[in-house]
């Protein structure tokens, strides 16, 4: 089961994919609505899992990592989602928050990072009271230049502060969904087939 399922068993925020690395699908709606829309262009999803503690405190994922060039299109929103968890199962079910911290990212800059959420799940009930597992995430859904249409990456990146006491490992799940950058599309100047 990967991160993602996880997530959906939670929570009904996010939409499943179900597979790992780079997903492309066809366009929606080409040739009914604006030619330029980013809905006629192919949606792509990176997926990422690992593991961040003092000994390795760092690590990120990005469209570029997995596409290997500049594919995304800068004018269109890519929505971003990381989320974390403790992974001792027993640390997970307190409120004690990972010193995780989270950037999205272009080329160009850096977006704002909001503030942590939390995904909340019921684990059992009893006389000492309920037990809850808890994961963290943060998301956001933004563009690098919505009047700019060309190529360009998304990135999310993360690093666990390594003076945090104690100590322990925490369990990362990531995803970037995003259109890639089709020059014929912003060219089409009717409502033509679609061109993918």
Known sequence: MT???????????LVGFGLFGLLASGCEGCGTGDPSSCDCEILTTVEEDAVASASAPSGSISTYEYQGEFLADAACHAEMFIYFEWL????????????????????????TTPSVRTIETLISTGPTGDVIHRKYFH?????????????????????????????????IGAYIKSRLYDPEEYARTNQSECAN
């Open 3 to 13: 991160f993602y399922s996880i997530i959906m068993k939670l929570s009904d925020i």
């Open 88 to 111: 001792d199962s027993a640390r997970a079910r307190t409120t004690e928050i990972p010193p995780l911290s989270v950037n999205f990212e272009t080329p160009l800059g850096y977006f």
């Open 139 to 171: 998301a956001i859904n933004e563009a690098e230049n919505k009047n700019s249409p060309e190529a360009t990456s998304y990135k999310i990146s993360w690093t666990y502060d390594a003076s945090y006491t104690p100590d322990g490992s925490v369990n």
